[in-house]
C-alpha cells in the first residue's frame, strides 16, 4: 500500500504561482511513475503532468511552459510548481503514483482557485 498527501492549494489571482507538494509514505520502493492529474467541476479527470523515478516528465499541452514537476526519491516527494496561472487550471489537484506491479494510488486532493 503506498499512502498519498498532498499540500499547497490555495487560491490565487489569474498570472500568479503555487507549488503543490505530495509526500508518499508505505511500500515506496516499488513506486516507478508519480504525476498530478486535475479535475474541474462537471469535467473528467486528466493528466497534468508525470514524471518517472529516473526523471523523465511528460506534461499535457495545456500546461507546457508553465508548469514544472520534479521528484525527490530521498523524500519520497513530488513537487508541482506552477506558474502563470488561468483561470482553467482551477481544479481539484489529485496526486497519483503507479506500482512496478501497476497498482495505481491517489491522494485525497487539493483545491486550486485561480480568479481572474
Known amino acids: 500500500q503506498v499512502q498519498l498527501v498532498e499540500s499547497g492549494g490555495g487560491l490565487v489571482q489569474a498570472g500568479g504561482s503555487l507549488r503543490l507538494s505530495c509526500v508518499a509514505s508505505?511500500?515506496?520502493?516499488?513506486?516507478?511513475?508519480m504525476g498530478w492529474y486535475r479535475q474541474a467541476p462537471g469535467k473528467q479527470r486528466e493528466l497534468v503532468a508525470t514524471?518517472?523515478?529516473?526523471?523523465?516528465?511528460n506534461y499535457s499541452d495545456s500546461v507546457k511552459g508553465r508548469f514544472t514537476i520534479s521528484r525527490d526519491n530521498a523524500k519520497n516527494t513530488v513537487n508541482l510548481q506552477m506558474n502563470s496561472l488561468k483561470p482553467e487550471d482551477t481544479a481539484v489537484y489529485y496526486c497519483?503514483?503507479?506500482?512496478?506491479?501497476?497498482?495505481?494510488?491517489w491522494g485525497q486532493g487539493t483545491q486550486v482557485t485561480v480568479s481572474s
Open positions: 497519483n503514483a503507479l506500482t512496478r506491479g501497476g497498482l495505481e494510488f
Open positions: 508505505g511500500s515506496i520502493f516499488s513506486l516507478i511513475v
Open positions: 514524471i518517472t523515478r529516473g526523471g523523465s516528465t
